[in-house]
T-cell receptor, first 113, second 111 residues
Framework: SAVISQKPSRDICQRGTSLTIQCQVDSQVTMMFWYRQQPGQSLTLIAT?????????ESGFVIDKFPISRPNLTFSTLTVSNMSPEDSSIYLC??????????FGPGTRLTVL | QKEVEQNSGPLSVPEGAIASLNCTYS??????FFWYRQYSGKSPELIMS????GDKEDGRFTAQLNKASQYVSLLIRDSQPSDSATYLCAVGWGGAQKLVFGQGTRLTINP
């Protein structure tokens, strides 16, 4: 199965700043997914990143707040812009497996002060 | 709005007993059903998938699906303290990009 790495694993940031999270997969994948998991909550899909096209954002998430890059088939970044304490969450990168389920990376734990 | 409902718990089960986790979903067109386990501070990992009505067994885990009742469950036999985690139910209807997750059930196995 795929190996997914994320950087940073955790960070503490100041309000108003931005953080870019990197996701690296050890094999080529068509779609990469970015999820958010707020404290004590379930997983919410932020956007789907396809190589060579604009990311597709879910309702409630906008490109200005969460810009995504997908320069190749093994790498993606998610930026959390102009952060507020409400952005404190775990951000998870994931890929599709067997056309059916999701395989998750280790996550980035973000705290915004 | 597709919804997946789980009892958030916490569910407390004695070691060696059977833990039963339940999930209901709103969309009758759902085609795929998954159980993920998430240890505290870790990312979710897939433990079971089921696509057709009935039971599917894998070791100590059994997934049960009843599409008529829009209900999926996970049974853990001979529960171990290492099974203590949050269990997330996920339902899909056309590929991984359309998975909807429940809020998760926190399970504690007491020695």
């Amino acid at each position: 199965s795929a190996v997914i790495s994320q950087k940073p694993s955790r960070d503490i940031c100041q309000r108003g700043t931005s953080l870019t999270i990197q996701c690296q997969v050890d094999s080529q994948v068509t779609m990469m997914f970015w999820y958010r998991q707020q404290p004590g909550q379930s997983l919410t899909l932020i956007a789907t990143a396809n190589q060579g096209s604009e990311a597709t954002y879910e309702s409630g998430f906008v490109i200005d707040k969460f810009p995504i890059s997908r320069p190749n088939l093994t790498f993606s970044t998610l930026t959390v812009s102009n952060m507020s304490p409400e952005d404190s969450s775990i951000y998870l990168c994931s890929v599709e497996r067997e056309g059916q389920y999701l395989y998750f990376g280790p996550g980035t734990r973000l705290t915004v002060l | 709005q597709k919804e997946v409902e789980q009892n958030s718990g916490p569910l407390s089960v004695p070691e060696g007993a059977i833990a039963s986790l339940n999930c209901t979903y709103s969309d009758r067109g759902s085609q795929s059903f998954f159980w993920y386990r998430q240890y505290s501070g870790k990312s979710p990992e897939l433990i079971m998938s089921i696509y057709s009505n009935g039971d599917k067994e894998d070791g100590r885990f059994t997934a049960q699906l009843n599409k008529a009742s829009q209900y999926v469950s996970l049974l853990i036999r001979d529960s171990q303290p290492s099974d203590s985690a949050t269990y997330l139910c996920a339902v899909g209807w056309g590929g991984a990009q359309k998975l909807v997750f429940g809020q998760g059930t926190r399970l504690t196995i007491n020695p």
